[in-house]
T-cell receptor, first 114, second 118 residues
Framework: EDKVVQSPLSLVVHEGDTVTLNCSYEVTNFRSLLWYKQEKKAPTFLFMLTSSGIEKKSGRLSSILDKKELSSILNITATQTGDSAIYLCAITLIYGGSQGNLIFGKGTKLSVKP | EPEVTQTPSHQVTQMGQEVILRCVPISNHLYFYWYRQILGQKVEFLVSFYNNEISEKSEIFDDQFSVERPDGSNFTLKIRSTKLEDSAMYFC????????????????FGAGTRLSVL
């Protein structure tokens, strides 16, 4: 079963719009949640969230984790065509002291139209 | 800015052939990973590697797969006898630490090798 669920799966907006992407997870031994942006090929790191309620911000992008709701949101304000990409959410787990592989969701494909 | 480098960017092979996918992780990183993404599907974990041995592997990483760090810079994924279903994008990633090291356990990805098995 899917441990990480992202919604929506795809989204089309116009430049200047604000978007909110959702990620929910269903695990008991959660350690961290990461957001990546995938343009063309390589996923590029955006944020890592470990504590609930603390917003992380980078320019027009921000993200917050809600451990009670087992979810996170990624906000993008004043979208630009360069924001068009697939946004991936991934979690890591606590177990056995190992480094923890990333468990990905299916991604949200964002298309920003001029 | 340091980056993970993967070669080749595209590899075409015949079913049953062996392939080796190469990665050069970020130089001060100690933990290495392979993931794959079949077209239209999720990115899936294959294997992690630390201190010259496999730390974790998924069910996908069966006896047909192996990893190696042949020298101080390269990290390779070998598929011994490729199948059609091995066609996918293979991503290498590395991180400075594992475990709970804040910020230093972030995994950085290479641009991937697209493997096409005919």
């Amino acid at each position: 079963e899917d441990k990480v669920v992202q919604s929506p799966l795809s989204l089309v907006v116009h430049e200047g719009d604000t978007v909110t992407l959702n990620c929910s997870y269903e695990v008991t031994n959660f350690r961290s949640l990461l957001w990546y942006k995938q343009e063309k090929k390589a996923p590029t790191f955006l944020f890592m969230l470990t504590s609930s309620g603390i917003e992380k911000k980078s320019g027009r992008l921000s993200s917050i984790l809600d451990k009670k709701e087992l979810s996170s949101i990624l906000n993008i304000t004043a979208t630009q065509t360069g924001d068009s990409a697939i946004y991936l959410c991934a979690i890591t787990l606590i177990y056995g002291g190992s480094q923890g592989n990333l468990i990905f969701g299916k991604g949200t494909k964002l298309s920003v139209k001029p | 800015e340091p980056e993970v480098t993967q070669t080749p960017s595209h590899q075409v092979t015949q079913m049953g052939q062996e392939v080796i996918l190469r990665c050069v992780p970020i130089s001060n990183h100690l933990y290495f990973y392979w993931y794959r993404q079949i077209l239209g599907q999720k990115v899936e974990f294959l294997v992690s590697f630390y201190n010259n041995e496999i730390s974790e592997k998924s069910e996908i990483f069966d006896d047909q797969f192996s990893v190696e760090r042949p020298d101080g810079s390269n990290f390779t994924l070998k598929i011994r006898s490729t199948k059609l279903e091995d066609s996918a994008m293979y991503f290498c990633a590395s991180s400075e630490t594992g475990g709970t090291g804040t910020g230093k356990n972030i995994q950085y990805f290479g641009a991937g090798t697209r493997l096409s098995v005919l």
